[in-house]
């Protein structure tokens, strides 16, 4: 029997909520988060615990078929990938941030500044789009920090509430884009498991409205 490959994150923001919904639409698996593998009991599914930065790639590979993933990292990674459905749930946003005491008077005043981020792919087409020429400097973690050390004039992350940004004496300035996390698929599923995404989708729509 054909069965839908699911990828969700491991360990993470993402991960009790991902796990919850598909819960919540029915789906029975066991509850054991050490395990990169395991099956539902009453749905032809198997889901595996990744990385999220890793799903996007898997999923393109066809080593997944459909992944629940912030759309931040769909948009970071650009692969051939389907939103198939946006699921409501670690919503967030990618920002511009300066020191605090810096003055900004709009966009224009990044023109030759050295930006920090961990999503270089957005941010350079964010500010090709935008007219913008500015220095990029990918770092993977803790980029909030790298104004406060000399690394970067600004920097742009994700942010919720924007305590992090206050905590380290920057403010958020410019909104790159909205997130949160989706459902994505490979665009060239066979029809037995586009059939099964479709039925997938049918149940998180139903928890969605039930939810509202
Ligand atoms: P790692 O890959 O090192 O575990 P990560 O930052 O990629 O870390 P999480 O912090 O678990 O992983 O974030 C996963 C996703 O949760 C993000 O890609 C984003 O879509 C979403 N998210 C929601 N709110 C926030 C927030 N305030 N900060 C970071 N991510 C957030
Ligand atoms: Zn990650």
Same mark, same amino acid.
């Given at each position: 029997m054909t069965k839908l490959k699911i990828a969700l994150q491991k360990s993470g923001r993402l991960s009790d909520k991902s796990a919850e919904l598909l819960r919540e639409a029915g789906i029975h698996f066991p509850n054991d988060g050490s395990k990169l593998r395991t099956e539902a009991s009453n749905f032809p599914l198997e889901i595996y615990l990744l990385r999220d930065d890793d799903i996007p790639q898997y999923v393109a590979d066809g080593v997944a078929?459909? !992944?629940i993933v912030g759309l931040n990292v769909v948009a970071e990674k650009d692969k051939n990938l389907? $939103?198939?459905e946006r699921?409501?749930? !670690?919503?967030?946003r990618l920002s511009i941030a $300066?020191?605090?005491?810096?003055?900004f008077s709009g966009i224009a005043d990044l023109n030759g500044k050295r930006i920090a981020t961990s999503y270089s792919?957005? $941010?350079s087409r964010y500010l090709k789009e935008q007219g913008i020429s500015a220095e990029i400097h990918e770092i993977s973690g803790s980029v909030e920090i790298a104004p406060g050390i000399g690394l970067a004039d600004a920097i742009c992350d994700l942010v919720s509430t924007g305590s992090t940004l206050l905590t380290n004496g920057l403010r958020e300035v410019v909104?790159?884009?909205h997130s949160e996390a989706v459902l994505v698929a490979r665009p060239d599923l066979s029809r037995e498991k586009a059939e099964l995404l479709d039925k997938l989708v049918f149940r998180l729509q139903a928890v969605r409205k039930a939810r509202n």
């Amino acid at each position: 029997m054909t069965k839908l490959k699911i990828a969700l994150q491991k360990s993470g923001r993402l991960s009790d909520k991902s796990a919850e919904l598909l819960r919540e639409a029915g789906i029975h698996f066991p509850n054991d988060g050490s395990k990169l593998r395991t099956e539902a009991s009453n749905f032809p599914l198997e889901i595996y615990l990744l990385r999220d930065d890793d799903i996007p790639q898997y999923v393109a590979d066809g080593v997944a078929d459909v !992944g629940i993933v912030g759309l931040n990292v769909v948009a970071e990674k650009d692969k051939n990938l389907k $939103v198939a459905e946006r699921l409501g749930f !670690g919503k967030c946003r990618l920002s511009i941030a $300066v020191p605090k005491n810096e003055p900004f008077s709009g966009i224009a005043d990044l023109n030759g500044k050295r930006i920090a981020t961990s999503y270089s792919r957005i $941010v350079s087409r964010y500010l090709k789009e935008q007219g913008i020429s500015a220095e990029i400097h990918e770092i993977s973690g803790s980029v909030e920090i790298a104004p406060g050390i000399g690394l970067a004039d600004a920097i742009c992350d994700l942010v919720s509430t924007g305590s992090t940004l206050l905590t380290n004496g920057l403010r958020e300035v410019v909104t790159v884009m909205h997130s949160e996390a989706v459902l994505v698929a490979r665009p060239d599923l066979s029809r037995e498991k586009a059939e099964l995404l479709d039925k997938l989708v049918f149940r998180l729509q139903a928890v969605r409205k039930a939810r509202n």
